[in-house]
């Protein structure tokens, strides 16, 4: 390039650059007022052309770059939709987020956040490329509440960084704030966001018909990366082999032991990643389908502790392994997790200080794969699927365990339905951390949040003393389709004789009968799996509420045929009916009904069903499972005192060691007395709601400035853009 034409096109940015803003909330009420008055007069045709005239009309040139190729390095990618037709790459910072959207298509691309699955209060983008001039064009829209349909914002808060098309994909790249400050934009936080998007149909650029595809995918957008990039890695691949999951259970848990490798020295897990491999069985044969959907709902590989009979464990490690609830005895050794994965889950890799043990003398020698397969849909379906553990020779300063806490899994966890905001709560004792941990405490690293659909809230609280210290870990937008680790930023340190509890919160609106808890997709769970290190012997830490405190709250006062010490020896033993009388064992199992036997291992469901209440007489010879059916759920005043009597009543609480024996003895104790943190999350920022502009920014390639779209255009591009 000369000196000549240098200056000249110096020139022309510059005056680019200068050319004046237009004043957007006036205009906008000026064309909106307009748009509304002719809107209805005007037949579609004439509305589809005065939409694409004014597009032309306003429209600046924004950004060629055909041959454009970002120069920024994006620390995330996730594909939107199964097929991969979206592809979302990201980065952040402090304070904002730069995002390339990549769609196979030479139409509209849409792209929203909210809290929900659907369009109604969204926040949404929706940008094309012109295909006349290559122009890239960007719109800063939200959803209305009570319509599916699309407006303007007020304020323009996203900034187009580029946009090009080639034969088959839309590309573009534009940042927001994370915080706009502007009540029609979706802050952008730690939670869960629903990731909604839409592709129109080739040709749609300034018309947005309704789009031909959609869908929605949770992520979390704002999440540290932890994955070694520099350290010799081995794998070890801990799987199922060939197991048919037939197609009258709806729930099956399998469990199948491990050797562990032969390793002369220890080395250390640093990470692990899903193995899934399910193919539906048709006509007698597994077939590869690009659509269907793995049955695996989560799974977690334990430590197997305990003096061991070698040659027995040996023969198990080469077998196919155990239906759940028939496994033998000796398994119950296997009780602290290294690995937990649930649906949604990449795996994950352990900050850079620590690495779980593996080998060496002295070291663990087997370990128990236990996965849950949620088959409502009752397909046969043929397994391979498991978990690739990652470790390495090279250690890491500290060993590092698993813990695992929350509400035991048992049908005495019930959530009433009708509810929209329903509460429960798992403790870990101060006697349990007090026994078992040094005295200078642990630090927690990370925690997985584990519930189920009807979950919308999930946290760890931390109680020192009578005062609630900040959460350790939480989630106020849960969707059980992602469960992926959340690192503990800096760490926690936790002290011998604090309290870890895990509440959770569900909305079971939708539902018309109770929910008891279990490991059923169907039932409900509330846990948390935490890493932390030093490792100690604590491998759970449990509680649910005492069986004669959790009658009385619904009312119930005797049973036939067994009495309150025996239904708690049952729902101690995880539903076992050994050591009952014969004559009642009978009984329980003919009352049992086809529905329990396909949700396999139940947690006491059976027993809920064939319970059969004697005291008091207004609900005699009808079994619990009727009469909590027939409880009326719609009055506020049953299920609030009902919510206060189990989460602020009495609890049993549960101390495991990693050899299956009490790290503290069994205790029934109160709902511990503290004080609430105190949150304000209003105080940590004063907006004032009003726009935060981002700083123009320049093509690196110096392709030129981007600039928005006259208010005009996107009032009334936003207003046709109607998702359904």
Same mark, same amino acid.
């Given at each position: 390039?000369?000196?000549?034409?240098?200056?000249?096109?110096?020139?022309?940015?510059?005056?680019?650059?200068?050319?004046?803003?237009?004043?957007?909330?006036?205009?906008?009420?000026?064309?909106?007022?307009?748009?509304?008055?002719?809107?209805?007069?005007?037949?579609?045709?004439?509305?589809?052309?005065?939409?694409?005239?004014?597009?032309?009309?306003?429209?600046?040139?924004?950004?060629?770059?055909?041959?454009?190729?970002?120069?920024?390095?994006?620390?995330?990618?996730?594909?939107?939709?199964?097929?991969?037709?979206?592809?979302?790459?990201?980065?952040?910072?402090?304070?904002?987020?730069?995002?390339?959207?990549?769609?196979?298509?030479?139409?509209?691309?849409?792209?929203?956040?909210?809290?929900?699955?659907?369009?109604?209060?969204?926040?949404?983008?929706?940008?094309?490329?012109?295909?006349?001039?290559?122009?890239?064009?960007?719109?800063?829209?939200?959803?209305?509440?009570?319509?599916?349909?699309?407006?303007?914002?007020?304020?323009?808060?996203?900034?187009?960084?580029?946009?090009?098309?080639?034969?088959?994909?839309?590309?573009?790249?534009?940042?927001?704030?994370?915080?706009?400050?502007?009540?029609?934009?979706?802050?952008?936080?730690?939670?869960?966001?629903?990731?909604?998007?839409?592709?129109?149909?080739?040709?749609?650029?300034?018309?947005?018909?309704?789009?031909?595809?959609?869908?929605?995918?949770?992520?979390?957008?704002?999440?540290?990366?932890?994955?070694?990039?520099?350290?010799?890695?081995?794998?070890?691949?801990?799987?199922?082999?060939?197991?048919?999951?037939?197609?009258?259970?709806?729930?099956?848990?399998?469990?199948?032991?491990?050797?562990?490798?032969?390793?002369?020295?220890?080395?250390?897990?640093?990470?692990?990643?899903?193995?899934?491999?399910?193919?539906?069985?048709?006509?007698?044969?597994?077939?590869?389908?690009?659509?269907?959907?793995?049955?695996?709902?989560?799974?977690?590989?334990?430590?197997?502790?305990?003096?061991?009979?070698?040659?027995?464990?040996?023969?198990?490690?080469?077998?196919?392994?155990?239906?759940?609830?028939?496994?033998? %005895?000796?398994? $119950?050794?296997? +009780?602290? *997790?290294?690995?937990?994965? =649930?649906?949604?889950?990449? &795996?994950?890799?352990? @900050? /850079?200080?620590?690495?779980?043990?593996?080998?060496?003398?002295?070291?663990?020698?087997?370990?128990?794969?236990?996965?849950?397969?949620?088959?409502?849909?009752?397909?046969?379906?043929?397994?391979?699927?498991?978990?690739?553990?990652?470790?390495?020779?090279?250690?890491?300063?500290?060993?590092?365990?698993?813990?695992?806490?929350?509400? %035991?899994?048992? $049908?005495?966890? +019930?959530? *009433?339905?009708?509810?929209? =905001?329903?509460?429960?709560? &798992?403790?870990?004792? @101060? /006697?349990?951390?007090?026994?078992?941990?040094?005295?200078?405490?642990?630090?927690?690293?990370?925690?997985?949040?584990?519930?189920?659909?009807?979950?919308?809230?999930?946290?760890?609280?931390?109680?020192?003393?009578?005062?609630?210290?900040?959460?350790?870990?939480?989630?106020?937008?849960?969707?059980?389709?992602?469960?992926?680790?959340?690192?503990?930023?800096?760490?926690?340190?936790?002290?011998?004789?604090?309290?870890?509890?895990?509440?959770?919160?569900?909305?079971?609106?939708?539902?018309?009968?109770?929910?008891?808890?279990?490991?059923?997709?169907?039932?409900?769970?509330?846990?948390?799996?935490?890493?932390?290190?030093?490792?100690?012997?604590?491998?759970?830490?449990?509680?649910?509420?005492?069986?004669?405190?959790?009658?009385?709250?619904?009312?119930?006062?005797?049973?036939?045929?067994?009495?309150?010490?025996?239904?708690?020896?049952?729902?101690?033993?995880?539903?076992?009916?050994?050591?009952?009388?014969?004559?009642?064992?009978?009984?329980?199992?003919?009352?049992?009904?086809?529905?329990?036997?396909?949700?396999?291992?139940?947690?006491?469901?059976?027993?809920?069903?064939?319970?059969?209440?004697?005291?008091?007489?207004?609900?005699?010879?009808?079994?619990?499972?009727?009469?909590?059916?027939?409880?009326?759920?719609?009055?506020?005043?049953?299920?609030?005192?009902?919510?206060?009597?189990?989460?602020?009543?009495?609890?049993?609480?549960?101390?495991?060691?990693?050899?299956?024996?009490?790290?503290?003895?069994?205790?029934?104790?109160?709902?511990?007395?503290?004080?609430?943190?105190?949150?304000?999350?209003?105080?940590?920022?004063?907006?004032?709601?009003?726009?935060?502009?981002?700083?123009?920014?320049?093509?690196?390639?110096?392709?030129?400035?981007?600039?928005?779209?006259?208010?005009?255009?996107?009032?009334?591009?936003?207003?046709?853009?109607?998702?359904?």
């Amino acid at each position: 390039m000369n000196i000549q034409s240098f200056f000249i096109l110096s020139a022309l940015l510059i005056c680019d650059a200068k050319l004046p803003r237009y004043k957007q909330t006036s205009q906008l009420n000026e064309v909106r007022s307009n748009y509304t008055q002719n809107s209805h007069t005007e037949r579609k045709s004439e509305k589809t052309s005065r939409i694409v005239n004014e597009y032309r009309r306003h429209r600046r040139e924004s950004f060629d770059s055909r041959s454009y190729e970002s120069s920024l390095i994006w620390a995330h990618s996730e594909r939107l939709d199964e097929s991969g037709d979206v592809l979302l790459r990201w980065v952040n910072t402090d304070t904002s987020i730069t995002f390339r959207l990549e769609a196979r298509t030479r139409g509209y691309v849409g792209l929203g956040f909210n809290s929900a699955r659907n369009m109604r209060g969204a926040d949404l983008v929706v940008a094309w490329v012109d295909d006349r001039h290559g122009n890239a064009q960007l719109l800063d829209c939200h959803g209305l509440t009570f319509e599916d349909r699309a407006v303007a914002d007020e304020v323009q808060n996203y900034e187009l960084i580029s946009g090009y098309q080639n034969e088959t994909h839309t590309t573009l790249e534009f940042r927001r704030q994370l915080d706009t400050c502007d009540r029609q934009d979706f802050v952008i936080g730690e939670d869960t966001t629903q990731l909604l998007w839409a592709l129109g149909p080739a040709g749609s650029d300034g018309e947005l018909p309704r789009h031909l595809h959609s869908g929605s995918r949770p992520l979390r957008l704002l999440q540290p990366l932890a994955k070694p990039d520099t350290i010799p890695l081995k794998n070890w691949d801990v799987r199922i082999t060939n197991l048919t999951i037939p197609h009258v259970m709806a729930t099956l848990f399998w469990c199948k032991v491990f050797k562990a490798p032969e390793l002369p020295r220890k080395h250390h897990i640093v990470g692990y990643q899903p193995l899934i491999d399910s193919k539906p069985i048709r006509n007698g044969r597994p077939v590869a389908e690009k659509d269907s959907l793995s049955p695996v709902h989560h799974m977690v590989l334990y430590e197997c502790a305990g003096d061991q009979d070698k040659r027995l464990w040996n023969e198990w490690s080469e077998g196919e392994g155990f239906f759940g609830p028939s496994r033998p %005895g000796e398994l $119950a050794t296997c +009780v602290t *997790p290294i690995a937990a994965w =649930a649906m949604g889950s990449k &795996g994950e890799f352990l @900050p /850079e200080n620590v690495g779980i043990p593996l080998g060496g003398r002295g070291g663990v020698s087997f370990y128990m794969l236990e996965v849950h397969y949620d088959n409502q849909a009752l397909h046969e379906v043929l397994d391979n699927s498991g978990i690739r553990i990652h470790y390495s020779p090279t250690l890491r300063p500290h060993d590092a365990a698993l813990l695992g806490a929350g509400i %035991g899994v048992s $049908a005495l966890h +019930v959530i *009433p339905p009708k509810q929209h =905001a329903y509460r429960t709560v &798992g403790i870990c004792s @101060p /006697e349990c951390t007090n026994s078992t941990m040094p005295e200078e405490g642990i630090n927690i690293v990370s925690v997985l949040l584990h519930a189920h659909g009807t979950a919308k809230k999930i946290s760890l609280k931390h109680i020192r003393g009578n005062d609630e210290l900040p959460r350790i870990s939480e989630e106020n937008t849960y969707d059980a389709r992602y469960q992926q680790s959340r690192i503990v930023p800096g760490g926690r340190r936790f002290f011998k004789g604090d309290t870890l509890i895990t509440e959770c919160t569900y909305d079971s609106t939708s539902r018309d009968k109770p929910i008891l808890g279990g490991y059923s997709a169907s039932q409900e769970m509330c846990l948390s799996f935490i890493l932390y290190y030093p490792r100690t012997e604590l491998a759970g830490c449990y509680s649910m509420t005492p069986v004669v405190e959790f009658f009385e709250a619904f009312g119930i006062k005797d049973f036939y045929g067994l009495s309150m010490m025996q239904v708690e020896k049952i729902f101690l033993s995880s539903g076992s009916m050994e050591g009952l009388p014969q004559e009642v064992e009978a009984h329980i199992n003919n009352h049992s009904s086809d529905e329990t036997a396909m949700q396999g291992d139940d947690q006491g469901v059976g027993l809920m069903k064939s319970l059969l209440i004697k005291d008091p007489p207004e609900f005699r010879n009808k079994t619990f499972m009727m009469h909590l059916n027939e409880m009326p759920w719609s009055e506020p005043l049953l299920t609030e005192q009902i919510e206060k009597t189990l989460y602020r009543g009495w609890h049993m609480t549960f101390c495991k060691k990693r050899d299956d024996s009490w790290g503290a003895p069994i205790q029934i104790q109160n709902y511990p007395n503290y004080t609430a943190i105190s949150r304000n999350d209003a105080s940590d920022k004063s907006c004032h709601y009003k726009s935060v502009r981002l700083p123009s920014m320049t093509s690196t390639t110096g392709s030129g400035s981007v600039n928005y779209v006259s208010l005009a255009a996107i009032l009334a591009v936003c207003t046709a853009l109607i998702a359904r």
